[in-house]
């Protein structure tokens, strides 16, 4: 029973690319329509409205009588266990009979809700399957039953839905019943904007206790999207301590060629790797990783005056790269601390092009005493908080970006976790 529906292709959704939807929103049939990650049925975090319900699906279809919505029919079923949001109304409702109804909508190019165009009985009756939806206000419910909007429902009845997954890589699924064991332990984005680590406990144990399910689909996805979001979310819970902002001088043999400044985030816009570990790896992961260096924002200016206009003016999420952990080779001797870092020369040059010096300006090798990067931030002796870079000019010069910190003055943070 193949629907008729507007085809719409699997989409990317890493965080190694700095997006930000990563995880299945459901969106109100009600509601004015709003852009929704559809093409990867599974992700991360558990969107705090949604039920998700184990249930059978009958054959039978009933009528929709609601005006305001473009679908017209929803299918039975006979629920077994319910969670998420309205669980206990759903409960308190059902008793003996256990019938909900449950109507289903398809998505059009841009993720958006559409009518549904396929068959009325989309869900395969008599199987046991795992369903996503929003519960409808009592008034609206089809004959008096809970009635859920089920939304991209090509991808709901797990297993057996009506598109194949197009991420499941040929792996075995888990059954209805793990996957909602396992979906039931999700974090919230509320819940993992305030404790990152914590709110992924859950899911480290069931990984530690679930053996050779967490090969199987979609458990792979769910444990590297929910660890991959906390990594994230820590990260932009955690105060840069080099943070503020830099006058930056380009020396040659100790000659000034240009001066300008650099504002740096507050915090980290996204993790970097910077090993050859990716997350192709055929381990599973057994918990969150801590990120080895981090992206993090960084403003240019060439006055005070311009500084007033950052973020808004030339400004980067990415701009700046930094290792998470303090340096511990030359490049924090004779410092209390030091973060091996690096400002990217590119975007130097993008906001400053009209710049003879500053234009031309190239990345050079990492200095053997800096680490990953070219250069370091340093806590002196003094107190003080320095920046120093290895650099070239266009004409294979080369030259150090060297600056200190004159304000405690960062930019903002980035959203503390992704909310699609």
């Known amino acids: 029973m193949q629907p008729v529906l507007l085809p719409v292709g699997a989409l990317a959704l890493r965080l190694a690319a700095g997006v930000a939807a990563l995880w299945f929103g459901l969106v109100g049939a009600v509601e004015p329509p709003v852009p929704s990650p559809c093409g990867d049925p599974f992700g991360g ?6 039920t998700y319900v184990l249930a059978t699906a009958r054959a039978d279809t009933v009528p929709d009588p609601a005006a305001d919505r473009t679908s017209s029919f929803g299918q039975l079923a006979d629920v077994v266990r319910v969670a998420g949001a309205g669980a206990g109304p759903v409960t308190a409702a059902t008793g003996d009979d256990r019938s909900i109804v449950l109507v289903p909508w398809g998505f059009d190019e841009g993720c958006r809700p559409i009518g549904w165009t396929g068959s009325w009985s989309w869900a395969t ?12 206000t009592p008034d609206d419910w ?5 009635t859920f909007d089920v939304h991209a429902a090509v991808w709901e009845g797990f297993p057996d839905s009506p598109w194949r997954h197009p991420t499941s890589n040929g792996r075995e699924f888990l059954t209805a019943p793990e996957l909602f064991d396992l979906y039931d332990r999700l974090p919230t984005a509320e819940a993992i904007s305030i404790r990152p680590y914590g709110a992924v406990s859950d899911l480290v144990t069931w990984r530690r206790e679930a053996g050779d399910l967490a090969e199987r689909y979609p458990a792979r996805t769910l444990l590297a999207e929910a660890f991959d979001i906390a990594e994230l979310a820590r990260l932009r819970t955690t105060m840069l301590p080099f943070a503020g902002t830099y006058r930056v001088q380009v020396q040659r043999d100790g000659e000034t060629l240009a001066t300008f400044l650099l504002r740096t985030g507050s915090v980290g816009s996204e993790p970097l790797t910077l090993d050859e570990e990716t997350a192709a790896s055929a381990s599973v992961p057994a918990a969150p990783r801590p990120a080895a260096a981090v992206a993090a924002a960084a403003g240019l200016a060439l006055d005070e005056e311009a500084l007033e206009d950052l973020p808004a003016a030339c400004s980067n999420q990415r701009g700046l790269r930094a290792a998470t952990d303090e340096a511990d080779d030359g490049a924090a001797a004779g410092a209390l601390r030091a973060w091996s870092a690096e400002l990217l020369p590119h975007f130097v040059a993008f906001c400053f092009y009209d710049s003879p010096v500053l234009a031309g300006l190239q990345a050079r090798e990492s200095a053997a005493d800096a680490g990953p990067f070219g250069g370091a931030f340093r806590h002196e002796m003094d107190g003080r908080f320095s920046f120093r870079q290895a650099a070239r000019l266009q004409d294979g010069t080369s030259v150090v970006l060297v600056g ?4 405690v003055t960062a930019l903002p943070g980035p959203p503390p976790v992704p909310t699609g």
């Open 45 to 50: 975090l558990r969107p705090a409205d949604v």
């Open 404 to 407: 200190d910190r004159i304000d």
């Open 125 to 136: 009756p008599d199987v046991e399957g795992f369903y996503r939806g929003r519960l409808r």
């Open 142 to 146: 089809v004959g008096g039953r809970p």
